[in-house]
């Protein structure tokens, strides 16, 4: 059974532009959350998507969006990217079990913001 | 607020034994994981805990205490591939997870 994927892996963007990155989860995992990874921070929950439809959000600026399709396919958007947006983004995936939800992480996409 | 503390880095012997702990509060309690995080790789899962007590599973065991909030990973037997992060995280009423900064585990020979 395939990993979860990310795309793309590696990004460089400058202040001011939006950028896009995409998540696949592990096939049959309908659940899909968004991380933001810093050195200063460690993770940072930024959403979760089940079923097409966001069920948690954490604390991040209007900025920060995001969407799933209905083959769970996720994106995250970033608008007005911001110096402090350099991050790792991870996607995690779960099979939705009612409580015991453990998350497999993609590869991470690493965005560089100059 | 919800909170998860660990230390920030820990130094080990090969061969030795460590201990990394995490303390939470969190609103509500649905189980708190460990995840390994080389660098540079994507977190990956080791333990779960719900109920109080010690969880072995092989070199690593987790305990976990839900009167003192309080849980620990404990690695033994040191390996150099044992360097790494060790992100501890707490699923809360809404079974979000909330996660710790992570710990810094060095490993000298």
């Known amino acids: 059974k395939a990993g979860v994927t990310q795309t793309p892996r590696y990004l460089i963007k400058t202040r001011g532009q939006q950028v896009t990155l995409s998540c696949s989860p592990i096939s049959g995992h309908r659940s899909v959350s968004w991380y933001q990874q810093t050195p200063g921070q460690g993770l940072q929950f930024l959403f979760e998507?089940?079923?097409?439809?966001?069920?948690n959000k954490g604390n991040f600026p209007g900025r920060f969006s995001g969407r799933q399709f209905s083959n769970s396919r996720s994106e995250m958007n970033v608008s007005t990217l911001e110096l402090g947006d350099s991050a790792l983004y991870l996607c995690?995936?779960?099979?939705?079990?009612?409580?015991?939800?453990?998350?497999?992480f993609g590869p991470g996409t690493r965005l560089t913001v100059l | 607020g919800q909170n998860i503390d660990q230390p920030t880095e820990m130094t080990a012997t090969e061969g030795a034994i460590v201990q990394i702990n995490c303390t939470y509060q969190t609103s509500g309690f649905n189980g708190l994981f460990w995840y390994q995080q080389h660098a540079g790789e994507a977190p990956t899962f080791l333990s779960y805990n719900v109920l109080d007590g010690l969880e072995e599973k092989g070199r690593f065991s987790s305990f976990l205490s839900r009167s003192k909030g309080y849980s620990y990973l404990l690695l033994k037997e040191l390996q150099m591939k044992d360097s790494a992060s060790y992100l501890c995280a707490v699923g809360d009423s809404n079974y979000q997870l909330i996660w710790g900064a992570g710990t810094k585990l060095i490993i000298k020979p």
């Open positions: 995690a995936s779960s099979l939705f079990t009612g409580g015991r939800e453990i998350g497999f």
């Open positions: 998507y089940f079923s097409e439809t966001q069920r």
